[in-house]
């Protein structure tokens, strides 16, 4: 077992190494997808890595990480990486490397100690759709890596059952993607590369609802939180179009863009967040926070 502070004679060290440019690779989406895996960057995306990779195993699937490289600084300062990597029946391969093998290895100024190569973790709309989901987001022709990874980030910490991209969407394995998700690709399901329309034919089919994130849609998203808390006191609530406590499908389209007219009229309702300042709009990111802890609230209340 490696432990930190004594590093193995084979600690790696030359940057130009042929390991190194294997790893280094998968920075790009053309490696990526020859090998259908991806990197994982610093002690909090890794910790949050080995947990699922555990879980996986547990589960009798696939193993979620392949390799692991670390400084032995790093190990030092967060052991719990060495004590998970070393379980045994783990099946990962971990290597001491300097932070000049690191940075070769990544796109990163400054390496944050820890590297895993780690296998692609989406999964089929079907698995998605069979586990009776209660609150999904759809993130439809989104663009930026930031904003793709700060959403679904939002999900997770929502308590989203999954995340689906559609179509056209940046690639979530992408390193800057990775790193804005801070460990929740790891958390819940995730779906690349979906038809919009296949989509929400498969959630009404599931029972969910369709609710299209939309400056200009006809019902006013406080409007229905407060209809919410109204029925939580058992209240009725006369000409009522939408009950966020329901299973719903939150769409969220291109960052510049918005949704498209043909992905506005699959959605059974079109829903505003009320700006109340001088802003024009509110962002991707601040925009999925707000209508998806919108339906958990909800949700909850109502159990």
């Not at 990197?39 to 392949?66: N, S, W």
């Not at 709309?125 to 990874?149: F, H, T, W, Y």
Request: proline content about 6%; overall charge negative.
């Amino acid at each position: 077992m490696i432990e930190p502070g004594r590093p193995p004679a084979e600690a790696m060290t030359n940057p130009r190494a042929d390991r190194v440019r294997d790893v280094a690779k998968l920075v790009g989406r053309s490696g990526r997808l020859k090998r259908r895996q991806f990197l994982a960057e610093g002690p909090q995306a890794v910790t949050e890595a080995l947990r699922a990779h555990h879980d996986c195993l547990a589960a009798g699937g696939t193993p979620v990480i392949e390799a692991l490289y670390a400084t032995v600084e790093c190990l030092k300062r967060f052991p719990q990486l060495l004590e998970s990597s070393s379980v045994p029946g783990s099946r990962i391969s971990l290597r001491i490397a300097s932070e000049l093998v690191l940075a070769a290895m990544t796109d990163t100024v400054s390496p944050q100690g820890v590297v895993a190569v780690c296998n692609f973790v989406d999964v089929p709309l079907a698995e998605v759709m069979a586990s009776k989901p209660a609150l999904i987001a759809m993130l439809c022709r989104v663009q930026d890596p930031g904003n793709a990874g700060t959403a679904l980030r939002a999900a997770d910490a929502a308590g989203a059952d999954a995340v689906i991209f559609s179509q056209s969407s940046v690639d979530i394995y992408n390193p800057k993607a990775v790193r804005s998700t801070a460990g929740s690709l790891f958390h819940l399901p995730v779906v690349l590369g979906a038809q919009v329309s296949e989509v929400v034919a498969a959630a009404k089919s599931a029972g969910l609802g369709i609710l299209a994130a939309d400056g200009y849609g006809q019902l006013n998203l406080d409007l229905l939180q407060d209809e919410s808390a109204a029925r939580s006191f058992d209240q009725e609530i006369p000409d009522s179009q939408y009950d966020l406590a329901a299973p719903t499908l939150w769409m969220f389209g291109n960052e510049a863009q918005g949704l498209a007219g043909e992905e506005k009229a699959l959605a059974d309702h079109r829903v505003a967040v009320p700006v109340y300042g001088s802003a024009e709009s509110l962002n991707l990111g601040t925009a999925a926070t707000v209508c998806l802890y919108a339906s958990a609230r909800a949700q909850r209340r109502s159990v």
